[in-house]
């Protein structure tokens, strides 16, 4: 890599530095039910509404050194549950992949859950470390 910015592609990621405010848009998952996969090439903030209960979540396209942010809203109906989170998704609380749910997620109709992801490839494989949830609005 020869540490320059592309933008458009995804076959050189480099760094970069600005001045003043920079936005980044939300990226909307258009199916949220039963397994629900997070590919970060997308965009580093995600949101979805679920349909359904998820039974398992996975990640994937996501580069060591990036934080993520991941927005799980119930929708009209409500009492939409999260559990099967892969294992390489790991929270302060510890491995929740075998878990029947995530605790500190609300599910109130039309509300939302913020869970922030640190990647980490120690190890050689991408590990997200995530919060339980960090807001909920």
């Known amino acids: 890599s020869t ?11 480099g760094r970069a530095s600005f001045d003043g405010e ?14 629900l996969t997070v590919n970060w090439s997308n965009g580093n903030k995600q949101v979805c509404t679920m349909t ?7 990640f994937n396209q ?5 934080v993520y942010r991941l927005s799980l809203c119930q929708d009209t109906t409500g009492d939409r549950t999260i559990r ?3 294992s390489n998704i790991l929270f302060a609380t510890g491995d929740l992949s075998n ?9 109130k109709i039309s509300t939302c859950n913020i869970f922030t992801f640190d990647a980490s490839s120690a190890t050689g494989t991408v590990i997200y470390q995530g919060t339980l949830p960090l807001k909920t609005y």
């Open 84 to 86: 099967g989170w892969g």
């Open 3 to 13: 540490g320059n910015l592309t933008v458009g592609t995804t076959t050189e990621r």
């Open 22 to 35: 920079v936005t980044l848009n939300e990226f909307r998952i258009a199916s949220c039910t039963t397994g």
């Open 62 to 66: 996501g580069d060591a050194g990036a």
């Open 52 to 58: 359904g209960n998820i039974t398992s979540v996975t």
């Open 99 to 107: 878990a029947t749910s995530t605790p500190g997620h609300t599910t």
